[in-house]
């Protein structure tokens, strides 16, 4: 395949950035979408130029690293993948393809296609987790029996891999997915609930100083979370929120 | 010489560590606060060791490459954690779990740390549970258990195909609170290039920031290394694109013995090379094998036809197909241990049977599973006389629930869908046993660096059994460390802060900047990965999964060769003073050449086949690996001497008091 790339080049944080125009050539199907960033990079290298910085890590979608705004969609044209599972088989020889970093005022650029996300870090420091010690001084595992239904609702809530799609994706760049998918897992949980009240209050006040938007109910980042975490998980942390207002 | 001293507690081997716990001494609460514990690695073991000491008092620094201490490798783990619950009453304990993990690393582990494993396991599930770990349950509310390769019991605790997602995730969860307190200061992008030594004692590291390039100088009275597995030697690997051996070797060479670097795991159900862009490997957990089934056709014109596309591996026929492992294997079947799966599947390929264009694949697969949960559930559902259609519908929903997030990973790489033709898989490096040296308390051969998880040695022997290291690094980094660390900083309560203003840390931060800029003067014309690339093939084809005398010694003259045209031609754009991920990886690279060219020193010096260290020199008639107790029966620790090709070998003889050793037998 042939195609040309238009990708968000930006020296650093402050600098200006702009779109720059990329031709290449022998593009494999079965290559991923970080695989042709890779040939693309060992080419710039080869002719002196500063390769494009972006992040990732694992490259089985597991890891949360990889962020790349895709032909105006996160993650790329392909539903349930991170960008590090698109395949270039989703494109065509010919496509012209434009790659930009996330945008949100709380995801700063560093370089390139590298975003600060250490925001999100911040909000869970302010309440994303249990407060028990790790001595293993707590009782059996299987001393208080879980309602099968509730476990996985927060097995699938838990399994947000905190890449921030859904920011790009919100047009006023909200985290209530994010934060919703943490606040209702641990919600769901009969150990989650002696701080739960406090938890969505710290939680919701910490993702709200990171200066993210509001959320509107578009439903843009369920379609493009690379998780398939659901809409279902902000109604359940706006109910859990209400409740610790009102008993506050 | 210094003496290797693994410091195993005097008495039985069921009460070594809980004595040893009430023997060692403690640092009181109000000293703690005066004490500094750096920590490098954020994943199970770094993690949880950092959310552990913090809580205990300590005032932690934990460092990582990656932007998010959450995005540590441990989250891509799949299949399950290991403990001794005996919740399923299938007649598991302790014992057993001691007694599988020695035996499933061919009898080259330490008894005594193996059995602490054993027994702080149960706790691990009570404190992931504790913490909101989510995992898998059955419909009365308690928790699920699956079964994993070399044993006979359901020991495996599971969330789906993302254990250790989760429990990575619960232990970010419990350092995110310490952060919140204050207790952890954390440095996300930032990259350990040394380690600093005063007066004998581990006292700091040298890192970078990975963003301004800033060379930095960190002080603490000890030093946890949680740093990983060096698995990307190979290149191609399982491991995550930035997992790398620097934090271990730079230890290695200010004095911590390296040891058993040749032990290392190839897994067998990863999914199979597709070209020469490859840059990674993605595992296919090892769960599957409870209900995929592997084989080859058992004729060479069906192999021909389905290489050419003629032919479909359903439309052959039960009885032309070769399920290797089962014939092999009847008693373990398809849950043989790692090593011998690979081996088996090697042992196809080789003879021609490889199903895919390039020879190197054979087939799991899930059709007879598909059928009998279909089966079972249509009964469930009181369907009389089902379809043949319902029947495989419902069972692949069983399946879904079991492994959707595998299948639809497969799916979208291959572009073939497992639920309706068999996956095709081949063996991938995927986990290193060996590591830095440590004593029973978790200590290297340098006093105050402790190392923990994958990245020591102590607990895998010769090949690691499946969901055994997601219980190791949570052992060491929550039940393990925290106390055995408190024994060697008793000594610190009067140290006071050490200072980054002393001599070693500005003569070691200053070689690392020497270092730094030696490899961006270079201005030679080749990429890193073009370097990386051709010592992964070295590694992989002679430092792999079946090594001899000849291949060996080729390799270690091919990787000087490789280590000079390095230094001679590597090419790094940019400056060092930005962020540079191209002289990120020259850097690691730098050091998988010098651990490649150890790693195959050390097979060489094992002339004997243990786990997943195969001699070809060394075999049984039927082609399995053959131990030489007498001769072997020992740990390799490597002492650097200057000169990577040169190292200095040390022995510390293995002694089994409670395991007999008989030659491994999974029939």
Redesign the interface.
């Known amino acids: 395949m042939k195609l040309t790339l238009k990708i968000w080049r930006q020296k650093g944080p402050e600098e200006k950035g702009k779109i720059v125009t990329y031709p290449i050539d022998n593009i494999d199907g079965d290559m991923s979408f970080l695989e042709m960033m890779d040939v693309l990079n060992v080419e710039l290298v080869k002719k002196g130029e500063s390769p494009v910085a972006f992040d990732h890590d694992c490259r089985e979608g597991i890891c949360g690293s990889c962020s790349m705004y895709i032909d105006g969609e996160a993650h790329g044209p392909d539903r349930g993948v991170t960008t590090c599972q698109l395949h270039m088989r989703k494109f065509k020889d010919g496509d012209t393809i434009y790659i930009e970093p996330w945008r949100a005022k709380a995801f700063p650029i560093i370089k390139d296609l590298v975003v600060d996300r250490s925001s999100f870090d911040r909000i869970m420091n302010a309440g994303g987790y249990i407060s028990v010690n790790t001595s293993g001084n707590t009782i059996d595992a299987n001393a208080t029996p879980i309602p099968k239904e509730d476990a996985d609702k927060a097995f699938e809530a838990a399994t947000c891999i905190g890449c921030g799609a859904c920011v790009a994706s919100c047009k006023n760049a909200s985290a209530m997915l994010f934060v919703s998918a943490k606040v209702s897992q641990l919600a769901l949980l009969p150990q989650g609930q002696v701080e739960a009240k406090d938890r969505v209050l710290k939680m919701v006040e910490a993702m709200d100083e990171e200066g993210f938007g509001n959320c509107t109910n578009t439903g843009a980042c369920e379609v493009e979370c690379p998780k398939g975490i659901s809409l279902e998980n902000i109604a359940r942390m706006n109910r859990e929120y209400l409740k610790a207002m009102v008993k506050k | 010489m210094p003496i290797l001293n693994s410091k195993i507690p005097e008495g039985s081997i069921d009460k070594k560590w809980s004595n040893h716990k009430s023997k060692i001494r403690l640092v009181n609460p109000a000293n703690k606060r005066l004490i500094d514990v750096i920590v490098v690695g954020s994943g199970l073991a770094g993690g949880?060791a950092s959310?552990?000491l913090a809580?205990l008092g300590y005032n932690v620094k934990t460092f990582c490459f990656?932007?998010?201490?959450?995005?540590a490798?441990s989250?891509?783990a799949q299949g399950g954690i290991n403990a001794a619950?005996n919740?399923q009453g299938d007649g598991d304990s302790v014992y057993r779990l001691f007694y599988d993990t020695i035996k499933g690393g061919d009898y080259r582990s330490r008894e005594a740390n193996v059995h602490r494993l054993a027994e702080?396991s149960a706790?691990?599930?009570?404190?992931?549970?504790?913490?909101?770990v989510?995992?898998?349950?059955?419909?009365?509310?308690?928790?699920d258990n699956r079964s994993f390769g070399g044993v006979l019991v359901s020991r495996t605790f599971y969330?789906?195909g993302?254990t250790?997602?989760?429990l990575l995730?619960g232990a970010?969860?419990?350092m995110?609170?310490q952060?919140?307190k204050g207790k952890i200061k954390?440095y996300?992008r930032h990259e350990m290039l040394d380690l600093v030594i005063v007066d004998g004692k581990a006292r700091g590291i040298i890192a970078r920031n990975l963003?301004t390039g800033e060379i930095q100088k960190h002080s603490a009275h000890a030093v946890v290394l949680g740093s990983g597995g060096y698995g990307n030697v190979f290149f191609l690997s399982?491991n995550?694109?930035?997992s790398n051996v620097t934090a271990a070797w730079k230890t290695h060479i200010k004095g911590a013995f390296f040891s058993n670097p040749c032990f290392t795991q190839i897994h067998p159900t990863c999914i199979p090379v597709?070209?020469d862009?490859?840059?990674?490997l993605?595992?296919m957990s090892e769960s599957l094998r409870n209900d995929g089934r592997i084989w080859v056709p058992k004729n060479m014109e069906d192999v021909l036809a389905i290489r050419e596309g003629k032919l479909k591996p359903t439309e052959i026929s039960a009885e032309n197909r070769d399920y290797y492992l089962e014939r092999r294997y009847p008693s373990f079947g398809n849950l043989v241990p790692r090593d011998v799966a690979s081996r088996a599947a090697k042992e196809r390929c080789d003879a021609g049977y490889g199903v895919n264009k390039t020879g190197e694949a054979v087939y799991l697969d899930f059709a007879s599973a598909i059928e009998r949960y279909g089966k079972e559930k249509a009964q469930v559902l009181n369907i009389d006389n089902p379809s043949e259609e319902e029947i495989l519908s419902l069972g692949r929903k069983v399946i879904e629930t079991k492994y959707g997030?595998l299948f639809?990973?497969y799916y979208?790489?291959v572009?073939d869908d497992p639920y309706y033709t068999p996956m095709q898989i081949y063996p991938a490096v995927h986990y290193t046993m060996g590591g830095l040296w440590v004593d029973y308390n978790l200590m290297s051969t340098i006093p105050g660096c402790f190392v923990a998880g994958e990245a020591n040695f102590s607990d895998h022997g010769a090949n690691r059994l499946g969901a055994s290291a997601l219980m190791q690094g949570l052992a060491d980094g929550?039940?393990v460390l925290p106390y055995t660390i408190g024994d060697y900083l008793a000594d610190d309560i009067r140290t006071g802060p050490i200072s980054t203003d002393l001599p070693e840390f500005e003569k070691t931060a200053n070689e690392v900047s020497e270092n730094i800029s030696k490899l961006m003067n270079i201005k030679g014309?080749k990429?890193v990965?073009y370097f990386h690339k051709r010592l992964g093939k070295v590694m992989w084809n002679n430092v792999g999964m079946a090594r001899n005398a000849e291949g060996l010694n080729a390799a270690i003259d091919e990787i000087k060769i490789i280590r000079e045209e390095f230094y001679d031609d590597v090419?790094i754009?940019?400056d060092a003073n930005?962020?540079n991920?191209?002289l990120e990886k020259a850097l690691r690279v730098a050091d998988l050449i010098d651990l490649g060219q150890l790693m195959a020193i050390d097979a060489l010096n094992r002339s004997e086949s243990c786990g997943g260290h195969f001699r070809e020199e060394s075999q049984t008639e039927e082609g399995e690996a053959l131990r030489d107790d007498e001769n072997f029966t020992y740990v390799s620790a490597w002492e650097y001497t200057g000169d990577p090709s040169k190292p200095n070998h040390h022995k510390e003889d293995l002694v089994y008091e409670n395991i007999k050793l008989v030659q491994r037998s999974y029939k």
């Open positions: 949880a959310a552990s809580e990656q932007d998010s201490p959450r995005r490798h989250i891509a619950k919740y702080v706790n691990i599930i009570d404190q992931c549970v504790a913490q909101g989510p995992f898998a349950r059955e419909y009365g509310g308690l928790l969330a789906k993302q250790g997602q989760q995730l970010y969860s419990a995110s609170r952060i919140g954390m996300s963003v399982t995550a694109m930035g597709s070209g862009h490859q840059s990674k993605t595992l997030n639809q990973m979208k790489i572009d929550y039940f014309s990429p990965d090419r754009p940019g930005e962020l991920p191209e």
